[in-house]
């Protein structure tokens, strides 16, 4: 009987858990994953996460951005500017023209 009240206790505590600790890590909102994923497999490599941030934060043009880091050398396909730029603030406008 305490086996089975242990791991109902377990089960139902499990889920709390994750969730406080991603509730700990400012850098991890419930329902971006992916904006993380490509934050840390593109930006971390070559800038500190405190940098990444702090970018976000000032609130600068997307297109603008990725256009310097990629006269730089950084390498960005369509998946990522689409993923950076709904997150960033709005979906990033990538090579296309201003509909007049």
């Keep these: 009987m305490t086996r089975v009240l242990l791991v109902v206790a377990c089960v139902l505590f499990l889920p709390w858990a994750t969730w406080a600790v991603q509730a700990?890590?400012?850098?991890?909102?419930?329902g971006n994953d992916e904006f993380q994923e490509t934050i840390?497999?593109?930006?971390?490599?070559?800038?500190?996460?405190?940098?990444?941030?702090?970018?976000?934060?000032?609130?600068?043009?997307?297109?603008s951005l990725l256009q310097r880091m990629?006269?730089?050398?950084?390498?960005?396909?369509?998946r990522d500017r689409s993923v950076l730029g709904t997150?960033?603030?709005?979906?990033s406008k990538g090579d296309k023209q201003p509909v007049k």
């Design 24 to 30: 700990d890590d400012p850098h991890r909102i419930i």
């Design 40 to 63: 840390e497999g593109r930006c971390t490599s070559c800038h500190s996460r405190d940098r990444v941030d702090k970018a976000l934060g000032k609130g600068e043009e997307l297109d």
């Design 70 to 78: 990629i006269e730089r050398g950084a390498v960005f396909n369509e």
């Design 87 to 91: 997150f960033w603030g709005s979906p």
